[in-house]
């Protein structure tokens, strides 16, 4: 496989052209940002970590039943991508209030919501990823009824099965942000990543006199200390989830 010119540069991802025109080569960054790129940092070690940690969530997926762009990592801080048309929009999943959402209804963060919360914003960086209604999303042609049925279905099954994940870890699924595409052939699958930068995890059973502990990018948003030690955290966990789902009869 041929690394060619650069496609994209994103906040902590670099997309490359390759010599297979339905590949792409993603380089994760150090690079760390916080609202909507207005905070900046550069974390050494970051980009290893979530080239790792989303390539076993991807792999424990697909152990799941949930396929998605993924292929192959290819080093400490790179893999390969199927190509896929992205929908200019952030699917977002809640299970908890927290972080905007806490914020827009006045809702105390940590509030366990009666049901699953699916959220949709439109990928905008001049307009800073606007919240935008199902209406709106169908009124600007962004996407179908159909797709949004299916990119709906796929994230409750997503949620249902990360949310398992990383109970096994003892860590609670709070809320999550995904991005999908659709394949050459018109398939919907998921895309991007899932990482600690993507996902709101906390800590279970480590939270005393009602203080969270944070094991994702709200560490670098608050100013809670470096988030090296608990994406390392979360990536030992996972493995070793992965470790034990790889023995045979597990």
Same mark, same amino acid.
């Given at each position: 496989?041929?690394?060619?010119? #650069?496609?994209y540069q994103g906040?902590?991802?670099?997309?490359?052209?390759t &010599?297979?025109p &339905?590949?792409?080569?993603?380089e994760?960054t150090?690079q760390?940002t916080?609202?909507?790129?207005?905070k900046?940092? $550069?974390i050494?070690g970051?980009?290893?970590?979530?080239?790792?940690?989303? !390539?076993v969530i +991807?792999?424990l997926?697909?152990?799941?039943g949930?396929?998605s762009?993924f292929?192959?990592?290819?080093?400490?801080?790179e893999?390969? $991508?199927r190509? *896929?048309?992205?929908f200019?929009?952030?699917?977002?999943?809640?299970?908890?209030?927290?972080?905007?959402f806490?914020q827009?209804y006045?809702v105390?963060e940590?509030?366990?919501?009666k049901? /699953?919360?699916l959220?949709?914003?439109?990928k905008?960086? @001049?307009?800073?990823d @606007?919240f935008?209604?199902?209406?709106d999303?169908?009124?600007?042609?962004?996407a179908t009824?159909?797709d949004l049925?299916?990119?709906a279905?796929?994230?409750?099954?997503?949620?249902?099965?990360?949310?398992g =994940? +990383?109970?096994?870890i003892?860590? %609670?699924?709070?809320?999550?942000?995904?991005e #999908?595409?659709k394949t050459?052939?018109? =398939?919907? *699958?998921l895309g991007?990543?899932?990482? @600690?930068?993507?996902?709101?995890?906390?800590?279970?059973?480590? $939270?005393?006199d009602g203080?969270v !502990?944070?094991?994702?990018k &709200?560490?670098f948003?608050?100013?809670?200390?470096?988030?090296? /030690?608990a994406?390392?955290t979360?990536?030992?966990?996972?493995t %070793?989830?992965?470790e034990r789902?790889?023995?045979p009869?597990s």
């Amino acid at each position: 496989m041929e690394k060619l010119g #650069m496609r994209y540069q994103g906040k902590a991802k670099k997309l490359y052209e390759t &010599d297979d025109p &339905d590949i792409l080569w993603v380089e994760y960054t150090d690079q760390a940002t916080a609202g909507n790129g207005a905070k900046k940092a $550069n974390i050494e070690g970051k980009a290893r970590l979530n080239n790792r940690i989303t !390539t076993v969530i +991807f792999s424990l997926l697909a152990r799941r039943g949930i396929p998605s762009h993924f292929v192959r990592s290819i080093s400490d801080t790179e893999q390969l $991508n199927r190509r *896929l048309d992205m929908f200019p929009l952030e699917i977002v999943m809640r299970n908890r209030a927290a972080g905007s959402f806490a914020q827009r209804y006045g809702v105390k963060e940590g509030t366990a919501l009666k049901q /699953p919360v699916l959220e949709f914003f439109y990928k905008s960086d @001049p307009l800073e990823d @606007p919240f935008i209604n199902r209406d709106d999303i169908l009124a600007l042609g962004l996407a179908t009824e159909q797709d949004l049925d299916i990119i709906a279905a796929k994230t409750r099954e997503i949620n249902g099965a990360l949310t398992g =994940i +990383f109970r096994a870890i003892n860590v %609670e699924l709070v809320d999550f942000k995904i991005e #999908m595409g659709k394949t050459g052939s018109g =398939i919907i *699958l998921l895309g991007d990543e899932i990482t @600690p930068d993507t996902c709101r995890l906390w800590a279970i059973g480590n $939270n005393h006199d009602g203080q969270v !502990t944070h094991l994702d990018k &709200d560490i670098f948003r608050r100013d809670l200390g470096s988030i090296i /030690p608990a994406y390392q955290t979360i990536l030992d966990g996972l493995t %070793e989830l992965e470790e034990r789902e790889s023995q045979p009869n597990s």
